[in-house]
């Protein structure tokens, strides 16, 4: 079964530390993996797309990376408003839907 | 362009109602899917509509519907509410079955009572 895990579930970083979140999956075929962030109250943001092993994508302080078995964001030297839940997916050939993680939820302090 | 537009954004229901929701996709998408987040947790897959059929359905009972439309829009049905339905309801858009990036609308908040 597809299957998703993130770490670490909750994170505080003071303004300007940066830091990696963890995003380790299980798929039969990946079709591609994915980066959202989501703020209190509101539906996920588009981040990235990954598709295969060894791929790098990046936004404003934001780097994901992508391995056979998992994926991290960098947040480089982070804002008050890179503050939120920062959630990861993946898509299997086999279906269409997304298999999400419970998120981890950053919190930078100013 | 618009992005995802769902309706109500915030709906409040008595145990044993129906509640409609929904979506309008982004202008050029033909795929609509439906999740629910329930707070703390990631959001978990309802169904996928394509050109007006079903392609996906997740693990949820039978209270739970959809359809889409000639125009690609798609509503959500629950019959029957329970408490534990009380959740975010996200709608995500993306031009085809397959298509790998999805655009989520900013969701229906239900909570049952």
């Known amino acids: 079964e597809d299957q998703v895990t993130q770490s670490p579930e909750a994170l505080r970083l003071q303004e300007g530390e940066s830091s990696s979140l963890n995003c380790s999956y299980t798929?039969?075929?990946?079709?591609?993996l994915f980066w959202y962030r989501q703020d209190p109250g509101k539906g996920p943001e588009f981040l990235f797309t990954?598709?295969?092993a060894g791929e790098e994508k990046e936004k404003e302080r934001l780097k994901a990376t992508l391995t056979k078995k998992e994926s991290f964001l960098h947040i480089t030297a982070p804002k008050p408003e890179d503050s939120a839940t920062y959630l990861c997916?993946?898509?299997?050939?086999?279906?269409?839907?997304?298999?999400f993680g419970t998120g981890t939820s950053l919190t930078v302090i100013p | 362009d618009a992005g995802v537009t769902q309706s109500p954004t915030h709906l409040i229901k008595t145990r044993g109602q129906h509640v409609t929701l929904r979506c309008s996709p982004i202008?050029?998408?033909?795929?609509v899917s439906w999740y629910q987040q329930v707070l703390g947790q990631g959001p978990q897959f309802i169904f996928q509509?394509?050109?007006?059929?079903?392609?996906g359905r997740g693990n949820f009972p039978d209270r739970f519907s959809a359809r889409q439309f000639p125009n690609y829009s798609s509503e959500l049905n629950v019959n029957a509410l329970l408490l534990g339905d009380s959740a975010l309801y996200l709608c995500?858009?993306?031009?085809?079955?397959?298509?790998?990036?999805?655009?989520f609308g900013q969701g229906t908040r239900l909570t049952v009572v």
């Open positions: 990954l598709y295969s």
């Open positions: 798929v039969s075929g990946l079709r591609g």
């Open positions: 997916a993946v898509q299997s050939f086999t279906g269409n839907q997304f298999y």
């Open positions: 509509y394509y050109e007006k059929e079903e392609r």
């Open positions: 202008s050029g998408h033909k795929s």
């Open positions: 995500a858009s993306s031009r085809y079955r397959g298509n790998t990036e999805a655009f």
